[in-house]
Structure formats: C-alpha cells, structure tokens
T-cell receptor, first 111, second 110 residues
Framework: NAGVTQTPKFQVLKTGQSMTLQCAQD?????MSWYRQDPGMGLRLIHY???????DQGEVPNGYNVSRSTTEDFPLRLLSAAPSQTSVYFC??????????FGQGTRLTVV | EDQVTQSPEALRLQEGESSSLNCSYT??????LFWYRQDPGKGPEFLFT???AGEEKEKERLKATLTKKESFLHITAPKPEDSATYLC???????????FGPGTSLSVIP
C-alpha cells in the first residue's frame, strides 16, 4: 500500500516557467489537499477537493491551479513560477472525519 | 477567521525532562483536533485525534488532551528520538478543510 505519492521530490524552475506537481493516492479517499510549508508559517492550504470534479480554493491559491478528474489523482499546476513560490509542497488525502495522510513532499526552488 | 496557534515556537529539553506543548484554536465548527509529528525532510505523520473537551489519548511518552479552546501535548521523560516538529491541526465539521498551526520544534538533548 503506497499511500500518497508525490513527484518530483525536488525541482528547480526559472521564473516564468510552468510545471505540474503530481499527487496520487491509492486509499480511495474522497478528500485531497495541497499545502505549502514555509519556515515559521506551518502548512498553508492552497487548494482542496472533496471528490472527483470538485475543487475549491484554500488560504493561498494565487498562482496555482488544480483539477481532479479521478479519485486517485490531484495535480497542482504552477502557471508562471515566481521566487515567492519557492517552498516545500505537500499533498494530503483523507476520509471524511479521519486523519490526513501526507506524501513525502516536493521541494521547489524558483530562481 | 479560523486559526490555530502553537507555543512555544521551539523547545529544548534535556533527556528525561518532561514538558508540554500548547495548541490554541479558534476554528468555527471544529470536528476534530489532530496532532502530527514531522521529521526533517518528511511529511507529517499522524499521532492523535481528539474530538471532545476532556478527551485524552496516549502513545508511549506522549499524551494529548483537549479543552474547549486548547489542546496540550504532554511529553513525559523524553528521549532524543522524540526530537521533531509537532504540528496541531483542526478539522472543520464540513470535513473539507484541515487547518494547521505553525508547529513546535522540539529538541531533546542527551
């Protein structure tokens, strides 16, 4: 049972480039979320989904897009990378009312 | 506005020196309060869920408690392997969002 799988683990982008962070879960969870983690600020919610075809914005959505075409996958797209998006990104999935399971994170640097 | 805060930001303990970490929350429609442990370079790992004031949960040297406004993570006789960042998070009754605090970085010195 792989749980939540994120790819890539590390990425360096130039300002203005676009990319997609991948997230897949094999636990058949309805709910999935993307967070970014910056020093001293904890985990901040970017976007979340309550099921296939349903997404919504979290606390810091600007500059990011998501889609959820299947239960398993929840990719996060950076449209035009900026240095302020340098961070560690975590994907999480959970069942209604239960604890969240996290991926190992993607460390993104925008230069 | 929903908010979760934690104190202290960092805590340094001698091995065997017990202490508590604090989590204060103002989350409208709180369904559950979670505690996670995070090691450097890894994703958060689930520890406990608390659902109602007065509830307590224990795991090895850790005990989590919940009141109407706060949660505490008590660490009894910590060991160096307990060194990590401890995160507190609130889940809303809508179930769709989990709101995290900034974490407490714990260092246990041999």
């Amino acid at each position: 049972n792989a749980g939540v799988t994120q790819t890539p683990k590390f990425q360096v982008l130039k300002t203005g480039q676009s990319m997609t962070l991948q997230c897949a879960q094999d636990m058949n969870h309805e709910y999935m979320s993307w967070y970014r983690q910056d020093p001293g600020m904890g985990l901040r919610l970017i976007h979340y989904s309550v099921g296939a075809g349903i997404t919504d914005q979290g606390e810091v959505p600007n500059g990011y897009n998501v889609s959820r075409s299947t239960t398993e996958d929840f990719p996060l797209r950076l449209l035009s990378a900026a240095p302020s998006q340098t961070s560690v990104y975590f994907c999480a999935s959970f069942d209604r009312g239960s604890e969240a399971f996290f991926g190992q994170g993607t460390r993104l640097t925008v230069v | 506005e929903d908010q979760v805060t934690q104190s202290p930001e960092a805590l340094r303990l001698q091995e065997g020196e017990s202490s508590s970490l604090n989590c204060s929350y103002t989350v409208s429609g709180l369904r559950g309060l979670f505690w996670y442990r995070q090691d450097p370079g890894k994703g958060p790992e689930f520890l406990f869920t608390l659902y109602s004031a007065g509830e307590e949960k224990e795991k090895e040297r850790l005990k989590a408690t919940l009141t109407k406004k706060e949660s505490f993570l008590h660490i009894t006789a910590p060991k160096p392997e307990d060194s990590a960042t401890y995160l507190c998070a609130g889940m809303k009754t809508s179930y769709d969002k989990v709101i995290f605090g900034p974490g407490t970085s714990l260092s246990v010195i041999p």
